[in-house]
């Protein structure tokens, strides 16, 4: 990965910064966004940080755009960020819940996608990987706001894989379980985090699909999970 400018969405998340670390780790240049992130999040010479609200187009559009007026190029965008609710039927869903999990899980995905596809497209090594959800592949009560747009991303996702093939530009979607990060365990304290999915092992997965090993693997959905029966 060396060489390669790698932007890695909500990448001090419980998620996030295992997928943050393993790209530093190759010696990529990686530039970490989320609202509040800052250089001391990652303090090593190929970190960079990009504080941006991702809900917003034109902060996108100038994100982007910061990252092409620094670095000259965009080679892999890793699109994180997400949000969950839950708890609530469809009937008992407020506009707030409905609003933010439209958000975080698939606008905030366009916007990024459609302002650093044009860029992306002129890398030789171009790469789009986006988190889903294992969840939200079949219907679950209560999830109806989370799950509608989770699967919303793959559909856009997948387009975009098709619209960009000429290119060589693949464009995947992990789809993870359960994971072990600090607000699930606090979320659910009686769970038995070991069954959990390791966030360290769904960041190798994202990795190798950045990786040239994975460069004619595209259009794909791949669930990950932990020891949950
Ligand atoms: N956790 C799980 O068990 C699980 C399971 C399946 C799928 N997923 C998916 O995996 C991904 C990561 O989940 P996670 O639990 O690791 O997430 P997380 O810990 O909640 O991290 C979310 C990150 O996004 C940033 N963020 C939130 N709103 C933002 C905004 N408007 N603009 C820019 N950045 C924003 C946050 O940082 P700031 O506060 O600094 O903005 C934070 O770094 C998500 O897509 C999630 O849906 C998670």
Known sequence: MSGRVVLITGAKGGLGSFVTQRFLATGAT????????A?????????????????????????IGS????????????????GFAGGASVAETDDATWEQMRDLNLTSAFYVLRAAIPHLRKSAAERIVAIGSLTALE????????????????SLVRTVALENKDAGLTANVVLPGTMDTPANRKAMPRADFSKWLKPADAADLVLWLA??????????LIPIDGANP
């Open 30 to 37: 990686v530039v970490g966004a989320s609202r509040s992130i």
């Open 39 to 63: 250089p001391e999040d990652f303090p090593v010479p190929n970190f960079a940080a990009l504080p941006v609200d991702f809900t917003k187009a034109a902060a996108v559009d100038r994100a």
């Open 67 to 82: 990252i092409i007026d620094r670095y000259g190029r965009l080679d892999v965008l890793v699109h994180v960020l997400g």
């Open 139 to 154: 219907p679950h009560a209560g999830l109806g706001a989370y799950l509608t747009f989770k699967s919303a991303l793959v």
């Open 211 to 220: 990786d040239e090993r994975a460069a004619h693997i595209t259009e794909t």
